[in-house]
């Protein structure tokens, strides 16, 4: 029971506002069977599910509503309402301060001794529950108001599909929206901090600098206070290990997917293609165990067998477990594109005496190469993007080197560095990363149209 009290009132409501919904659904279905489907406009099944969405829709959207605004509004209110010793404080330990008092009104374990702090989390907590209590309410007047509604509206004339049919459409650009708004957070989340840095820092020393020291000091008179921010070998890094996984992971992934497609039994395909999409479920943690511990030992052992100098840390190990990891990317949106070529080109191909690997070089190849190259720019955006398997099997050095056998870094990693434990957000070393990861994720963004334009352009039309 102790445990049943401390349930949310707002969870209440949310059960009953689902047990309301199932309920209504049930009783406008069973209104318009009664009626009779000649004196309906739309089928039994479409006024139960238009009950449903009066009944849950608007809690839903108070329940979304309330998520998103809920927490700074209550933020603000409590900063409102600080007392005079943390009123003055400095902006930002004051920020510091509600955050931390509001992780703790969660349920956060944290150590202070200050007796103001507690009053402030008792503020976060009564507002908190308040707000719960009073969503609670809200969802049930809803829930109540759209049932309601189910019982005075005629069930006889009442357009029910077109209403449920506007709502899924609704629905599915709200879902859309929320990706481009995704989207768009991201690049906000980037531009202000790069901004910045690069107000601290000149853009064209980091785009061209090959001095990378992102250290600096803490006190004036520190030898190194002003770090060196040079990314020139940190972008190659990233280049060079990326290039390294493409030499794997193209040719692997295409043969794969030409094989699957146009060699291969059904029971054939049948097992080796799940089999194949297994390395896409591992994760790139995992990867890097395997890069580190077993595969860059490999490359040691065997560059000394032939009289070369391998680093335990090298970029070899790296992009080939990395191409690995891709493969399943290159062979499935391959093995998609090249069974969207129709078969009526194959026919035509074998009528005019074409062997098999003809038709599959002169015929299919070419009608799926737009497609092809589309996966391939996926794929060097996913390499680009990845971390794990760089810091544990290709290092932290940044040099600019055309040996494999060496060691080299990325940006991916990098930024994990720089982010790393209590940072100072208005430093230029932890700028640096937002910097770091904004010029990559243009990179990403101008590789995925580039694959986008070229499948858009030259896709070949079929009848």
């Known amino acids: 029971m102790a445990a049943l009290s401390t349930f949310p009132a707002f969870s209440w409501a949310f059960l009953a506002l689902i047990g309301l919904a199932i309920a209504g659904f049930a009783l406008g279905q069973g209104r318009a069977r009664r009626i009779g489907n000649a004196a309906l406009h739309s089928l039994p099944e479409y006024h139960g599910q ?9 809690g839903l959207a108070l329940t979304l509503f309330y998520g998103l605004f809920s927490a700074p509004l209550i933020a603000l209110l409590v900063a409102r309402d600080l007392p005079a010793e943390f009123a003055a404080l400095p902006p930002l330990l004051r920020d510091t301060l509600i955050a ?12 202070d001794p200050s007796p103001l ?45 077109q209403k449920v049919e506007s709502a899924l459409k609704f629905g599915l650009l709200s879902c859309s929206g929320i990706a481009i708004a995704t989207t768009i957070g991201i690049v906000f989340s980037l531009v202000g ?22 250290q600096t000091a803490i006190r004036v008179d520190q030898v190194g206070q002003t770090g060196g921010f040079g990314a020139v070998k940190l972008f190659y ?3 060079a290990i990326s290039a390294l996984a493409m030499l794997v992971a193209a040719p692997i ?4 997917a030409i094989y699957l497609s146009e060699y291969a039994s059904r029971n054939v395909r049948a097992f080796v293609k799940p089999a194949l999409e297994v390395l896409a479920g591992i994760p790139s943690v995992v990867y890097g165990f395997f890069a580190a511990f077993t595969v860059a030992p490999l490359i040691q052992a065997g560059a000394a067998a032939l009289g070369l100098a391998a680093a335990p840390q090298n970029m070899l190990a790296a992009g080939i477990v990395m191409g690995i990891m891709i493969i399943p990317l290159v062979s499935s949106l391959s093995d998609d594109v090249i069974n969207a070529v129709p078969q009526a080109l194959r026919d035509g191909s074998y009528a005019l005496g074409s062997t098999k690997s003809e038709t599959v070089r002169n015929v299919i190849f070419p009608a799926a190469l737009p ?8 794929a060097v955006s996913r390499a680009l993007g990845e971390t794990m398997i760089v810091a544990m099997a290709a290092g932290q ?17 990098w930024i994990v560095a720089l982010l790393t434990g209590d940072q100072e957000f208005n430093s230029v070393k932890t700028l640096s990363a937002f910097a770091l990861g904004f010029v990559l994720f243009i990179v990403t963004l101008i590789l995925n149209v580039i694959a986008l334009r070229i499948v858009q352009t030259f896709r070949e039309k079929y009848d």
């Open 50 to 58: 238009l009950a449903a969405l009066w009944i849950a829709g608007p």
């Open 100 to 111: 931390n008092a509001a992780s703790a009104a969660a349920g956060a374990q944290l150590l």
């Open 117 to 161: 702090f507690g009053d402030i989390t008792d503020r976060f907590r009564h507002l908190r529950g308040l707000g719960h209590l009073l969503l609670g309410l809200g969802i049930l007047a809803c829930a109540l108001g759209g049932m309601l509604l189910t019982l005075a509206r005629p069930a006889g004339p009442l357009r029910a599909r």
């Open 193 to 214: 901090p790069t901004v910045r840095f690069f107000s601290a820092y000149s853009p064209w020393d980091f785009l061209t600098g090959l001095n990378w020291s992102p």
């Open 237 to 239: 890094g990233t280049l």
């Open 253 to 256: 992934g295409l043969f794969a």
């Open 371 to 378: 497609g092809i190259v589309g996966a391939l720019l996926l």
């Open 397 to 413: 050095r940044a040099q600019l080197t055309i040996n494999p056998l060496d060691e080299a870094t990325t940006v991916t990693v």
